[in-house]
């Protein structure tokens, strides 16, 4: 049994021996493998690193086959309709508006065989001079404003415009004189920034013959390209008060109410900004910007809109209400929107993030980051406050400067150098506005004053600040209405 088993295994192997046997025989007859004869070549024009500003290329493929082509960038994007066996592949290139240089990779392959591959690496350099994107509320608004928006950006990168609450309406010993300005008078040049106060045009006032003079000014500082900026004390619309008057808690949600008296009466206030909005025209016909600064101070309890008299829902709601009713309901596209709480105290880094950043009306309703700073002379914390503003300002791609500033009745010799300059050096903020000298005529004891004017210890200390490169006053500015070349308005 034992030698038939191994007769049988000695036969198998036998066999198994003569099939390789045949096989290699067989392989053998058919002689060597084809050659894989494709051929791919590719070059690019014009040579690599693109420029900036390049906005097409050509991919040169020499080949003997039919290819796809892919890329992994969307700035760079191959042109519809090219044949399977062209010789030019044509690209459009985005110019590249930052200021880091980029790469994308272009890769041919056999559209057959997605394992046949050649790849070319594109390389577009970085911008001198990068574009900027700044995002406004007010998507349709008018050409100056948006260049308004954008050159208060870029001043930042220069210096701060210095600004007067009331500069060309009054001084403390003069009244309605055209042409009158309290810093002109110490300095020789007008305030970068003119501020107003709206809310005599809005509520039960708006009939008050003063409402002529603030148009007049106005107008007069927007011919000599100064930049208009405006708060609103308006009266409490429940009760009658006036801004001050904080009786009531309700106030607000009335207003946001349906149907309710108080929202119908706030609605009209609104129409009234409206109609002065739409008609506050320049000698070419163009429609006036101004950065309007509503509800300001609402870290507070002074107002019926503060801290005391409304919950944080509330007030975002209030203020979104505002700028969707002035923007999308009423069409009026010259208005800015500031936010400007009140910054008094020391505080630390992270205190003052939260009152510049206090009940927020979210990042598509604000364009602007106000502060009103009344610190005293403590040129410290008013240092801290520019600092923490302008990282916020930085990071949220949003303009900040001081709204409101000053100390009531100072006499500080080298208060211009000590309190503003110094503090500023270094901060990226846009301006620096100084509250009211109001008008007292002969009456000396009434101190009401928060800037220079003529015969005030500070006269030589002011013009100093004015010679400063840093500060801009009306003479300084630039074209603020006309949009710089490098920013983007979104």
């Known amino acids: 049994m034992k030698h038939f088993l191994f007769s049988i295994m000695i036969s198998l192997v036998i066999v198994m021996l003569g099939i390789g046997s045949c096989s290699c025989a067989s392989d053998s007859s058919l002689g060597p493998e084809p050659s894989d004869t494709r051929f791919l070549n590719l070059s690019v024009s014009p040579a690599i690193p693109l420029d900036a ?19 992994d960038a969307d700035w760079l994007k191959q042109r519809e309709g090219v044949a399977p066996k062209a010789t030019m592949v044509p690209f459009d ?14 890769t041919v392959s056999d559209k057959n065989d997605r394992y046949y591959t050649k790849s070319v690496q594109i390389v577009q350099n970085g911008n001198p001079n990068p574009v900027e994107e700044l995002s406004i509320v007010d998507k349709q608004a008018t050409i100056q404003t948006k260049a308004l928006f954008a050159n208060l950006w870029t001043i930042a990168d220069k210096g701060f415009m210095f600004g007067h609450h009331d500069d060309l309406w009054y001084g403390r010993y003069w009244y309605n004189e055209p042409g009158g300005s309290d810093t002109k008078a110490v300095c020789g040049d007008y305030p970068g920034v003119f501020s107003v106060d709206f809310a005599s045009i809005m509520d039960d006032r708006h009939g008050s013959e003063e409402n002529a003079i603030r148009r007049r000014v106005i107008l007069e500082a927007r011919e000599r390209g100064e930049v208009i900026m405006a708060c609103a004390h308006l009266n409490n619309p429940l009760t009658g008060g006036d801004s001050w008057d904080n009786s009531r808690k309700d106030v607000v949600k009335s207003i946001l109410t349906p149907a309710n008296p108080t929202r119908k009466k706030f609605l009209t206030w609104l129409d009234r900004l409206a109609d002065f909005c739409l008609n506050l025209k320049d000698s070419k016909g163009d429609l006036v910007p101004v950065i309007f600064r509503p509800l300001h101070e609402h870290t507070q309890g002074w107002s019926w809109w503060g801290a005391s008299c409304t919950t944080e829902t509330e007030f975002i709601e209030l203020w979104q209400m505002m700028v969707k009713y002035l923007r999308d309901t009423k069409g009026v596209h ?28 979210g990042d598509e309703f604000v364009d ?6 009344y610190h005293g002379e403590n040129p410290a914390a008013f240092s801290n406050y520019l600092r923490i503003a302008t990282e916020i300002s930085l ?32 901060k990226r903020i846009s301006m620096v506005v100084m509250w009211r000298n109001k008008y007292v005529g002969n009456n000396e004891s009434d101190k009401h004053y928060f800037s220079v004017y003529p015969g ?5 200390n002011f013009r100093k600040m004015y010679s400063d490169k840093r500060t801009f006053f009306s003479n300084d500015l630039s074209d603020m209405y006309s949009l710089p070349e490098n920013i983007r308005i979104k």
């Open 334 to 361: 010259n208005l800015l929107y500031a936010v400007s709480p009140q910054l008094d105290s020391w505080y630390d880094d992270q205190t003052i993030r939260n009152r510049l950043l206090y009940r927020w009306p």
């Open 368 to 373: 602007f980051i106000g502060m009103d700073c």
């Open 93 to 106: 290139v985005e110019t590249n508006l930052t200021k880091n240089s980029r790469s994308a990779t272009i």
């Open 53 to 71: 500003s390049a906005t097409q290329i050509e991919l040169k493929v020499e080949t003997n086959f039919d290819y796809i082509v892919t890329v």
């Open 456 to 460: 005030h210890p500070s006269e030589d």
């Open 395 to 426: 990071m949220k791609r949003k303009p900040c400067g001081v709204t409101e500033n000053g100390v009531e009745s100072f006499t500080r010799a080298d208060y211009w150098t000590y309190s503003i300059l110094e503090p500023a050096q270094g």
